[in-house]
């Protein structure tokens, strides 16, 4: 009598200790994102600049790129200032200090930014030192190499120099090359942005800006890369191609198949923010051809600040009527 009762005792604690435990939920495997296909038409000039985001599909912002030359970092420790490099410009540093009338460019050495974004391989540097706590301008004088037109001609050359500064603006002066035509302008740093465009012809009011920095992820553009002859030499050219933002996105270059990647192998590499790692060789020019051919074993992986991963792949460079500058690329998140 005792036993059974010992084990309806323990049949009723047993169903007493297994309604304490919820019902295991169940967990809805990783969807990926539908294949999305995008084009972007720079034109078969170049002549555009468009930013791209990767989640919307879309271009949030283009302009001409002729309609700026000089970007001014807006972070309120930002110091940067950075040449329009889709125009071929170029920086020389002289031993003058002010703006010169006229100004001798004898013996300058001629420099463009790193295509890398590299900010320690700027044109324009070392504009102001730091001494017990106080900024020292040196007023040095730059002269700007404003690169070609969309005609490939030359845009002329200009003095500058930076005449003031601070967490909350930038203050330059420039000059046409015999000193004419003498400006002053303060810019207002914008921390919504990464940059601040400024002009040397076009009123600051004008002027495009680039879209809030977290508004957009690759830069559809051309810029200044430097190459290499068989022989070593190095010389600077103008690709077409993509940049990243480096304020919100890293990528990665990978040898795979581009359908079978996963989000699992997407988390597991290593990924860069130098500027054109996406860059502009996944496609070749053929020379019999007169043609550009597109490389879709080209893979590319992008991490975004958000914790999304994507793949993608470029498809074609001509538009559906055979106008080359129409970039165009198939993504997914994964």
């Known amino acids: 009598m005792k036993i059974k009762n010992l084990n309806i005792l323990y049949f009723l604690a047993l169903m007493l200790l297994t309604a304490c435990f919820k019902e295991d939920e169940r967990v809805e495997p990783h969807k990926s994102g539908d294949l999305k296909l995008a084009s972007v038409a720079m034109e078969n000039d170049y002549r555009y600049q468009a930013y791209f985001e990767l989640q919307t ?34 920086a020389a540093k002289t031993q003058k200090q002010g703006i010169q009338s006229p100004v001798d460019t004898t013996g300058l050495q001629w420099h463009y930014d790193a295509a890398s974004g590299n900010t320690d391989s ?95 992820d690759l830069l559809f553009t051309q810029y200044t890369k430097l190459l290499y002859t068989d022989e070593g030499e190095p010389y600077p050219y103008l690709v077409t191609g993509v940049l990243l933002n480096q304020h919100k996105v890293m990528a990665a270059e990978v040898t795979s198949d581009f359908e079978n990647i996963t989000l699992e192998y997407a988390q597991g590499i290593s990924y860069t923010d130098v500027n054109d790692v996406i860059g502009y060789d996944w496609k070749t020019y053929d020379f019999d051809a007169g043609s550009y051919t597109v490389d879709p074993d080209k893979i590319f992986l992008i991490k975004g600040a958000e914790g999304f991963y994507y793949k993608l792949r470029f498809v074609g460079f001509y538009s559906n009527t055979g106008e080359k500058g129409h970039p165009t690329f198939e993504y997914r998140q994964l």
């Open 57 to 90: 599909g879309k271009v949030v912002k283009k302009h001409l790129k002729t309609s700026w030359d000089l970007a001014f970092e807006n972070a309120p420790e930002g110091d940067k200032i950075v040449l329009n490099a889709s125009l071929f410009m170029m």
């Open 122 to 216: 700027l044109a324009i540097d070392n504009w102001y030192s730091v001494n017990a706590g106080d900024t020292i301008l040196s007023k040095q004088l730059f002269i700007i190499d404003r690169g070609l037109d969309l005609q490939g001609k030359s845009r002329g050359f200009r003095q500058l120099v930076v005449s003031g500064f601070g967490k909350r603006y930038y203050e330059i002066t420039h000059a046409k090359m015999d000193g004419n035509d003498k400006k002053t302008v303060k810019l207002d740093r914008d921390t919504s942005r990464t940059y601040t465009y400024f002009s040397f012809e076009n009123s600051n009011e004008n002027l495009p800006a680039p879209p809030p920095k977290n508004n957009w």
